[in-house]
């Protein structure tokens, strides 16, 4: 029997798993030099863009040949280049895919540089190795790093609408735990108009997500507040949501947010966390990609179902169900432990 065309042969795979690298490089240059934006405005021949983007005609010649071979962009039949559905994504705009370009090409990628040493289990996390501070700490020291996090974070909100779809907020006071620049809590009120919504996240997150609340749905259906949600989490919810928080943490900082997330909410509350599973979702590759990706940030990592279990077990919670979302996401709905009664 014959290799079928459709699959690629081992070599292959191996070349484009090694050139990975240069294809996440050549996009962030690219969107360094504002390419798809340039394009867009009209400038479409190579060394036009080189000359308003400050660089060398040759160089940008031969990456834009190189993008158009990777799909990103398109030949225009004039020696130019016009930009596609990928590279739209691209533009300098609201809901654009530019800021992850950036960061996973530069603090990103520094930090997956250490990968082997991480993985060989010798101390600090790649971020740490590469910055000499956590990543947190970087962010709190670096506000034009800072604010490019949180574009790249609001940017993968692959699942935000989805997740308004799939679960029903009807009336419900949603409080968004750790929800950072408010982007699901206005996805998620913005589809339910009967539904209310707090948001609690540190200090210097409140104001970005009342922002992002008020332009979304308006004043008085939602409110951002200040606090420390290890201490404690407000009560008077129906649904609280854990968004691409539990990830960050070890299994005992895990169980003590769900057990303040179950003591602040009714005996038929709901808990819903929002995470990649690994070995679940319509993607299961991103999960163990993320899974990495986080060990490589902070030390974190993405759980299997059955961790999530261990650790709505600990918290007097029990696992409801599993939604899968787009790009490998899931939703776990989790609920008090029958019996069980705050605190
Ligand atoms: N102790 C804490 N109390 C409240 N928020 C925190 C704390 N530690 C970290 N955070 C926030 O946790 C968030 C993790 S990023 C996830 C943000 C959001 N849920 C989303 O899915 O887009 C960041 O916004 C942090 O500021």
């Not at 360094?32 to 036009?48: H, K, M, N």
């Not at 419900?172 to 209310?196: E, F, K, T």
């Not at 749905?217 to 507040?225: F, N, V």
């Not at 929002?274 to 940030?297: C, I, T, Y």
Request: glycine share 12%; with cysteine.
């Amino acid at each position: 029997m014959t290799a079928t065309t459709d699959s690629p042969s081992p070599s292959r795979t191996v070349l484009d798993m090694i050139t990975g690298a240069w294809r996440t490089q050549a996009l962030h240059t690219a969107v360094r030099l504002e390419v798809p934006d340039r394009i867009a405005a009209g400038t479409t021949a190579p060394d036009a863009i080189a000359e308003q983007a400050g660089a060398d005609p040759a160089g940008v010649r031969r990456l834009l040949r190189l993008l158009a071979d990777l799909g990103v962009l398109e030949h225009d039949g004039r020696g130019g280049y016009r930009n596609t559905p990928v590279s739209e994504l691209l533009r300098d705009r609201p809901g654009s895919l530019r800021d992850m370009c950036l960061l996973y090409g530069d603090e990103f990628y520094k930090a997956w540089e250490h990968a082997a040493d991480v993985v060989a289990g010798s101390g600090a996390p790649g971020f740490e190795r590469a910055y000499g501070r956590p990543l947190i700490t970087y962010l709190s020291q670096d506000e034009e790093a800072a604010a490019r996090f949180q574009r790249a974070m609001q940017a993968g909100h692959f699942f935000f609408d989805r997740l308004a779809e799939a679960v029903d907020f009807s009336g419900a006071c949603v409080v968004d735990v750790a929800g950072g620049s408010g982007g699901l809590l206005a996805a998620v009120l913005d589809r339910h108009p009967g539904a209310r919504g707090l948001l609690i996240d540190l200090d210097h997150m409140v104001p970005i997500a009342q922002a992002t609340l008020e332009e979304a749905i308006g004043a008085g259906r939602a409110e951002a507040i200040a606090g420390d949600v290890f201490e404690s989490v407000p009560s008077g919810g129906d649904v609280y949501l854990l968004s691409r928080l539990l990830g960050d943490w070890d299994d005992a900082a895990c169980v003590r947010l769900l057990d303040n997330c179950r003591r602040a909410a009714p005996a038929d509350g709901r808990i819903l966390v929002l995470e990649r599973v690994v070995g679940k979702g319509e993607d299961p590759e991103l999960a163990s990609l993320w899974d990495l990706h986080l060990l490589m940030m902070n030390g974190g990592g993405q759980r299997t179902l059955d961790q999530f279990r261990g650790l709505a077990d600990a918290a007097g919670l029990r696992v409801e169900r599993l939604i899968p979302l787009p790009m490998g996401n899931a939703c776990i709905e989790l609920r008090p432990a029958r019996g069980r009664t705050a605190p």
